[in-house]
């Protein structure tokens, strides 16, 4: 049995969590972190000497890192959907999986969604956000270009190079900021609204985190 640790608010478990749902992997979940605490003990660091979430016990095989489990899910359980054994097919999913967690993330995640949408008003550093949100709007800009000829980032069907892009959506379009014509990534993000396991584990509402640092 596949157990997982870590927060359902939490972008990067949410990752994990909608690929588990494509899958359709019997698993448990044990809410862990933020005001659920639990990272500290021996225990968890034995799991993960970090201390942070997402982690992963399938049976004895301990993972840590969103895009680690990500692909050792794929390698593993989800061979001729989600994995390939080529080389240069695995590296058409790896460099965007790379970009979106070197690049997108920081800027979005933790430039707009946590300086701007987390943090107090009073506490806000706009010149910062305003810039994260000029960054964003080329990183978009650039996945509308790209979608503009195929329905999912790679092609006709979902690969895993679109989880951890795809999961921004749900909370780019939903929170107050400007955001640029995008028709193809609109399009993209109505396809995965249609998913089950992204309904469930990516489109958690999220309003309780307005204006709050703190878990």
Same mark, same amino acid.
């Given at each position: 049995?596949?157990?997982?640790?870590?927060? !359902?608010?939490?972008?990067?478990?949410? !990752?994990?969590?909608?690929? =588990?749902?494509?899958?359709?992997?019997?698993?448990?979940?044990?809410?862990?972190?933020?005001? @659920?605490?639990?990272?500290?003990?021996?225990?968890? &660091?034995?799991?993960?000497?970090?201390?942070?979430?997402?982690?992963?016990? *399938?049976?004895?095989?301990?993972? $840590?890192?969103?895009?680690?489990?990500?692909?050792?899910?794929? #390698?593993?359980?989800?061979?001729?959907?989600?994995?390939?054994? *080529?080389? #240069?097919?695995?590296?058409?999913?790896?460099?965007?999986?790379? $970009?979106?967690?070197?690049?997108?993330?920081?800027?979005?995640?933790?430039?707009? @969604?946590?300086?701007?949408?987390?943090?107090?008003?009073? /506490?806000?550093?706009? %010149?910062?956000?305003? #810039?994260?949100?000029? &960054?964003?709007?080329?990183? @978009?800009?650039?996945?509308? /270009?790209?979608?503009?000829?195929?329905?999912?980032?790679?092609? *006709?069907?979902?690969?895993? #190079?679109?989880? %951890?892009?795809?999961?921004?959506?749900? &909370?780019?379009?939903?929170?107050?900021?400007?955001?640029?014509?995008?028709?193809? =990534? /609109?399009? $993209?993000?109505?396809?995965?609204?249609?998913?089950?396991?992204?309904?469930?584990? =990516?489109?958690? %509402?999220?309003? *309780?985190?307005?204006? &709050?640092?703190?878990?």
């Amino acid at each position: 049995m596949l157990t997982i640790y870590g927060r !359902k608010s939490s972008f990067n478990l949410q !990752k994990v969590m909608w690929l =588990v749902g494509e899958l359709a992997m019997p698993h448990t979940h044990t809410e862990m972190g933020g005001s @659920f605490g639990g990272l500290d003990t021996p225990a968890f &660091r034995a799991m993960n000497p970090h201390g942070r979430v997402p982690v992963i016990d *399938d049976d004895g095989t301990i993972v $840590w890192g969103s895009h680690a489990i990500l692909r050792y899910l794929a #390698a593993r359980y989800g061979a001729g959907r989600f994995w390939s054994d *080529d080389p #240069a097919a695995r590296a058409l999913v790896d460099r965007w999986m790379d $970009w979106a967690q070197t690049a997108l993330q920081p800027d979005f995640l933790m430039g707009v @969604f946590w300086g701007y949408y987390r943090t107090p008003a009073s /506490e806000r550093n706009l %010149p910062a956000v305003e #810039a994260s949100i000029r &960054r964003c709007t080329a990183h @978009f800009r650039l996945l509308d /270009e790209l979608l503009g000829d195929r329905p999912f980032l790679l092609g *006709d069907r979902l690969s895993l #190079a679109d989880i %951890p892009l795809g999961t921004n959506l749900y &909370r780019y379009f939903n929170i107050d900021i400007a955001r640029p014509p995008l028709p193809h =990534v /609109e399009r $993209w993000y109505r396809a995965l609204q249609e998913r089950a396991a992204y309904r469930a584990h =990516v489109m958690i %509402p999220f309003d *309780d985190l307005y204006g &709050r640092l703190a878990y």
